[in-house]
């Protein structure tokens, strides 16, 4: 390429910057709908340009349009981050509608961008919580010019509570509802929570209970599917690592699991599983009473072991009835066809 062919491209690279800039300033303005429909068909094409800086400078220009049609918006919105970047900083082309179709498709650096303002949405800050990666994410946590929507603060947590820098930078926010603040305060570092107990003048004891409520309801997710050795296995491991306690034992069982409380009276008080389930019977009280004792539970905890081993006692009463009138049905049924 001579040196006139290359003087050739840049100056209609300039040419093209210059109209480009045109362009944006004309449509910016409130023009008549028949001409502005010409300069958007322009747009459109130098929205297309090869060379960004063309296309870098028409977004620029568009970025405080109050109209402009939704295929030339979502071209550009989708464009490389020095395209797109000013124009979603500061764009309110987009309806909430058009948002919601629109952030599941933009890459992490749009979403990014979109994260920074001072102005979103509701649905806008949720879509990003919804579909962004961490970076984007953090960003909008992080952003404390905007408000951070209960439905979106939500999102967050769904999404990366096992994430502590996450739940963390969160914690940190002045505008969390209750709800959330109860949800993360076990999954934050011990210095985010202590400010979370501050900043939200939650009682001690309460963040403590909190805490706890919720490591059990995140044990009892990994339980209740769980077949009896796969419960006894936990059992055993939660002993082995001084995380077995009587309170633990009562609320899982309360839940619903008599394996969980079987398994971990017969480690406590090194007995049979088998032997434990005839004791919860409850046929020979001195052998409860015994059971107890050798399992080292309280005079205070006794009395929800009791109450829980009477409920799984009638709880198996109500299924044996259940057997014994469908058995006579089934056998009925099978008369019938024969």
């Not at 303005?29 to 060379?51: C, I, K, P």
Request: proline share 3%.
């Amino acid at each position: 390429m001579d040196l006139n062919a290359v003087t050739l491209i840049d100056t209609v690279q300039i040419e093209k910057i210059v109209l480009a800039k045109r362009v944006g300033q004309f449509l910016v303005s409130e023009q008549a709908e028949e001409e502005r429909a010409t300069v958007e068909n322009v747009a459109r094409v130098l929205a297309q340009d090869v060379s960004p800086q063309v296309r870098e400078v028409l977004a620029f220009e568009l970025r405080k349009c109050k109209v402009l049609a939704h295929d030339l918006a979502e071209k550009i919105a989708r464009d490389v981050e020095m395209v797109s970047g000013p124009f979603l900083g500061e764009t309110n082309v987009f309806t909430d509608q058009e948002w919601m179709r629109l952030i599941p498709a933009l890459e992490e650096h749009a979403l990014m961008t979109l994260a920074r303002r001072s102005d979103l949405s509701e649905t806008v800050s949720t879509a990003v919580a919804t579909y962004g990666k961490e970076r984007s994410v953090t960003t909008l946590v992080r952003n404390d010019r905007a408000e951070l929507p209960e439905k979106a603060s939500g999102k967050v947590v769904d999404r990366f509570s096992d994430n502590v820098r996450m739940m963390d930078h969160l914690s940190a926010r002045a505008d969390l509802p209750l709800n959330v603040v109860e949800r993360i305060v076990n999954k934050v570092s011990s210095h985010c929570r202590d400010l979370l107990v501050s900043q939200y003048a939650i009682d001690q004891e309460v963040a403590g209970q909190i805490a706890e409520d919720n490591k059990i309801d995140a044990l009892w997710d990994q339980l209740k599917n769980a077949s009896a050795p796969q419960i006894h296995a936990f059992v055993t491991d939660l002993r082995n690592d001084r995380r077995l306690t009587h309170l633990l034992v009562v609320e899982i069982a309360d839940r619903g699991s008599r394996a969980f409380m079987e398994s971990a009276l017969a480690l406590e008080a090194g007995l049979p599983v088998g032997r434990i389930r005839e004791i919860l019977t409850l046929e020979d009280p001195s052998a409860f009473v015994r059971l107890m004792q050798m399992a080292n539970v309280s005079k205070t905890m006794a009395p929800r072991f009791l109450k829980l081993a009477k409920r799984f006692i009638g709880e198996a009463k109500v299924e044996e009835e259940h057997e014994v009138k469908v058995v006579p049905r089934a056998e009925k049924a099978e008369g019938a066809a024969a």
